[in-house]
């Protein structure tokens, strides 16, 4: 199953749940897209590994960190998870829209 497509992400954090659109593209094994959020917009690219997404994203706001995502497709439904630098781990899902 293709990642393709527009997505609504929701990332459970410890400040409660944020919620993100991506857009993603594939070409082989790997991807581009764009999300956008209420911490603005931002390019992004990552890794495809059958139907695992991986990818990174740095943020400013609360504070400087990297976010690191893995998120596995299945039909129009994703999971996941994203480690939030210092502060663990937090879940995400998303459904393509």
């Known amino acids: 199953m293709s990642a393709d497509g527009n997505w609504k992400i929701t ?22 897209g764009k999300t956008e959020g209420q911490m603005g917009s931002q390019e992004v690219s990552g890794k495809v590994d059958g139907n695992t997404l991986t990818w990174s994203a740095n943020i400013t706001s609360p504070m400087p960190m990297t976010l690191e995502f893995t998120a596995t497709v299945d039909g129009d439904k994703m999971t996941g998870n994203v480690k939030l630098g210092m502060f663990g781990n937090a879940p995400l899902t998303g459904e393509r829209v």
């Open 11 to 32: 990332i459970n954090t410890p400040m409660g749940a944020q919620t993100v659109n991506a857009s993603i593209t594939t070409s082989g094994d790997t991807f581009t």
